[in-house]
């Protein structure tokens, strides 16, 4: 079955066209890094407006690309939780046109599990354009896995029986790793977005070079995540260096609009030695989970799934547990419509939805089945 998918949780406005094998014949992303740079995030009223301008003509690129027309088309999905509601409206509105107008089946996908589902090797375009141990990791599918989900809006660990069973393990109770790196890459005035600006500030710096703390939230048993406390030692850090440089902190411990990033090369120690505190605690979590579910293959997707360190580190774990590990390329990391190639899943099943498809800015804990239905 050939379907057209549709993203735009975030800043991302991304088509593609998929079929049900799973295979990615085309895949469209515009992005908005500019249009949000210089406020150091995502302004959410920019990014919908961007949706608006973007999505007609992203989507029209992507089935050019994939030498198909609508009448092609026999079903669309899209992105249509977790995610800002303004973004999300935009994409969920256009994906119930265009199924109504064709009267095919219309799928809503949950974008976290999108991202675990990227990890699928049969959707990259070259087999070794990923991260796969051993090599012939996937070849007969990735579930059952503990799916780790890292970006910049979500940081969640999940027990993913299959590609529609999954079940919340443990997330972020603050801030995600990614909304973290973006955070700290403006105190360090880096640029946007913060996570390849804080790689590469941390080539050649010591890792070791600062004492920032590593927190695992909720006690023995919590698999949850936290960073609020990790970017806050970081801003007193920049604080107390300026104090010692005898900057003025105008009376106050700390006069936020006078702080300044120290000079290279103690900001590249800062940023190796953050980026190290975040890469702990993810590959702790990861691996309490994998020994808590007993599975022996992880997936891990998310924009900051494209992180050298983190690569590198959960490649070393593999390695060292026998676990199989699965990391999409970095075109499959960052926010786009391929992964949804999961949408398949439920339209091989006649999992549909209907025109009353609603949107919502928090995850699902798992999908309930719908009857089967031809059209939306």
């Known amino acids: 079955m050939l379907f057209l998918a549709i993203e735009t949780t975030c800043d991302e406005t991304a088509a593609a066209v998929c079929t049900d094998e799973p295979r990615v014949l085309s895949s469209v992303v515009a992005t908005q890094h500019d249009l949000h740079g210089r406020f150091g995030g995502v302004v959410p009223e920019i990014a919908a407006r961007a949706h608006v301008r973007q999505l007609i003509p992203v989507i029209d ?20 939780r977790p995610g800002l509601i303004g973004s999300l409206a935009i994409g969920l509105t256009a994906a119930k046109s265009i199924a109504l107008c064709l ?12 991202h675990v589902y990227a990890c699928y090797p049969r959707l990259w375009r070259r087999p070794d354009e990923g991260i796969r141990v051993p090599p012939e990791a996937g070849e007969g599918g990735i579930f059952p896995c503990v799916g780790l989900v890292v970006s910049g809006g979500h940081t969640s660990l999940f027990d993913c029986a299959g590609p529609i069973e999954y079940e919340l393990l443990g997330a972020t109770i603050d ?23 804080i790689q590469r500030a ?19 048993d919590s698999l949850n995540f936290s960073f609020s406390g990790l970017k806050t030692a970081v801003l007193y850090t920049v604080a107390r260096l300026q104090q010692d440089g005898q900057v003025s902190a105008s009376g106050v411990p700390f006069d936020l609009k006078q702080l300044k990033p120290p000079p290279p090369p103690v900001l590249n120690h800062l940023a190796a030695s ?23 293959r992880l997936c891990v ?7 050298r360190r983190l690569r590198e580190r959960l490649l070393e774990l593999a390695t060292s547990r026998g676990w199989e590990l699965l990391i999409p390329p ?13 949408g398949g899943e439920f339209l091989k099943r006649g999992l549909v939805d209907d025109l009353s498809l609603d949107l919502s ?5 798992g999908r309930r089945p719908r009857a089967a239905s031809a059209r939306p």
Request: glycine share 12%; net charge negative; hydrophobic share 45%.
């Open 274 to 296: 953050f980026q190290e505190a975040v890469v702990d605690v993810l590959v702790k979590r990861a691996e309490q989970a994998m020994e808590r579910t007993g599975y022996d």
């Open 61 to 80: 690129s992507a089935l050019r690309q994939a030498a198909v027309g609508l009448d092609d088309i026999q079903g669309v999905v899209v992105s249509n």
């Open 175 to 197: 801030d995600a790793a990614g909304e973290s790196f973006d955070k700290v890459a403006q105190l360090l005035q880096l640029g946007y977005p913060g996570g390849p600006a």
């Open 301 to 307: 997707g998310g924009g900051v799934a494209a992180n």
């Open 330 to 342: 970095l075109w499959l990391c960052t926010d786009n419509a391929a992964m949804l190639a999961l």
């Open 202 to 220: 941390a080539d050649g710096g010591d890792r070791h070079a600062f004492e920032l703390p590593r927190s695992f939230p909720g006690g023995p």
């Open 103 to 114: 009267r095919v089946p219309l799928v809503g996908v949950d974008h976290l599990a999108a």
């Open 361 to 365: 800015s928090v995850p699902q804990r």
